[in-house]
């Protein structure tokens, strides 16, 4: 494979992104008792909520509600190959807003915003902030985070 470039998008280097660009990504998941319930279980989480059907189901949500974590993850996943395919490094999560609960079965959604654009040390790369939101099949905001990334310039890259 002699072109890595073609291995990613062509319109996500760090000269694609500016201030106020929003972006709307493709594709929704819906949140399954396998992500929920491994990925709690992965990172020790102990919080019966997250697992326990049978004393959720007398609680005031009725069901099981998926971690947080979980959640923002998908979220950071469903946006990457719009905002960061062409990511060098993650550089920070930030401002993390868990706003409405989210159980098995409910469909996740993604739209980002760009924050802020700068150069970097690295003259083959910037940084982009961006704002992710997440929605659920209700169109309901269930949380919103910010991620920093250091992005391939296309200058330096995409001829690789």
Request: proline share 1%.
């Amino acid at each position: 494979m002699n072109n890595l470039a073609s291995l990613t998008g062509s319109n996500n280097y760090f000269e694609d992104f500016e201030v106020g660009i929003a972006i709307r990504h493709a594709r929704g998941k819906t949140m399954t008792p396998l992500e929920n319930v491994l990925i709690t279980n992965m990172v020790l989480n102990s919080a019966s909520g997250h697992f326990n059907q049978h004393e959720m189901e007398n609680s005031r949500f009725g069901k099981i509600l998926t971690f947080g974590g979980v959640n923002f993850s998908l979220v950071l996943g469903l946006s990457a190959q719009d905002c960061c395919e062409n990511a060098l490094a993650e550089l920070g999560l930030d401002n993390i807003r868990l706003s409405k609960p989210v159980t098995h079965g409910d469909t996740l959604y993604a739209y980002s915003e760009v924050l802020e654009t700068r150069d970097s040390e690295q003259e083959d790369a910037g940084i982009v902030r961006f704002r992710h939101y997440g929605f659920n099949q209700h169109d309901e905001q269930v949380l919103q985070l910010e991620r920093t990334a250091l992005l391939k310039r296309r200058s330096h890259w995409a001829h690789r």
